[in-house]
């Protein structure tokens, strides 16, 4: 019988340029309107901005989550993980450090947007408390779709 247990040793840490090129590919896989790379590039070094990338045991980036901090609000821009190491444990596991970040810089109230239609994601968030606040009707295109605004106190 296959043992189920917590996802293999993983490192989380801010992105550095050498991970950009990846995390701009996990992106278009994971999204139809993806940021680009010179996007991410070009969010290096800003201040507010904590891009953390997910790293497995042998290197390989896993994941990635982008978040803004202004004064004592935040936005979750951004989380992914890898097509091929989905509903493992490693998008909760991203998520926590996001939390503690997030309350590290002072945030007490962490926003977000998600795509109406995504079940994974809004079960997610929800496990972490996240509620539903708001709709922004045809937030997104491609496919046009409204966002479900979120929010969690920290
Ligand atoms: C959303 C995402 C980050 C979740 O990452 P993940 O590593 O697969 O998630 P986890 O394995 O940690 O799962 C955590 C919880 O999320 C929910 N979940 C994740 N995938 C799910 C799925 N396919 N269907 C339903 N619930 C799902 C479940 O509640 C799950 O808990 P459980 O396994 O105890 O049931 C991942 O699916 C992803 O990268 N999607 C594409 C990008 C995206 O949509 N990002 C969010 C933008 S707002």
Same mark, same amino acid.
């Given at each position: 019988m296959a043992e189920v247990g917590p996802p293999p040793a993983v490192t989380v840490s801010p992105m550095r340029p050498e991970h950009v090129r990846r995390v701009a +590919?996990?992106?278009r896989e =994971? @999204? /139809?309107t993806p940021w680009s790379e010179e996007t991410f590039g070009g969010l290096l070094g800003r201040s507010g901005v904590v891009i953390l &990338?997910? /790293?497995g045991s042998d290197g390989e980036i896993l994941g990635y989550s982008v978040l803004w901090c202004i004064l004592d609000q935040g936005e979750l821009a951004n989380i992914a993980i890898e097509s091929g190491h989905r509903r493992l444990g490693y998008g909760r596991l991203l998520l926590e450090h996001v939390l503690d970040e997030a309350r &590290?810089?002072?945030v007490e109230e962490l926003f977000l947007e998600v795509r109406a239609s995504n079940a994974a994601a809004i079960r997610l968030y +929800? =496990? @972490?408390? @996240?509620t539903r606040v708001g709709l922004r009707k045809d937030y997104y295109d491609r496919p046009r779709e409204d966002a479900h605004l979120m929010v969690v106190h920290l």
């Amino acid at each position: 019988m296959a043992e189920v247990g917590p996802p293999p040793a993983v490192t989380v840490s801010p992105m550095r340029p050498e991970h950009v090129r990846r995390v701009a +590919e996990i992106e278009r896989e =994971s @999204f /139809t309107t993806p940021w680009s790379e010179e996007t991410f590039g070009g969010l290096l070094g800003r201040s507010g901005v904590v891009i953390l &990338v997910m /790293t497995g045991s042998d290197g390989e980036i896993l994941g990635y989550s982008v978040l803004w901090c202004i004064l004592d609000q935040g936005e979750l821009a951004n989380i992914a993980i890898e097509s091929g190491h989905r509903r493992l444990g490693y998008g909760r596991l991203l998520l926590e450090h996001v939390l503690d970040e997030a309350r &590290v810089r002072g945030v007490e109230e962490l926003f977000l947007e998600v795509r109406a239609s995504n079940a994974a994601a809004i079960r997610l968030y +929800e =496990s @972490f408390g @996240f509620t539903r606040v708001g709709l922004r009707k045809d937030y997104y295109d491609r496919p046009r779709e409204d966002a479900h605004l979120m929010v969690v106190h920290l």
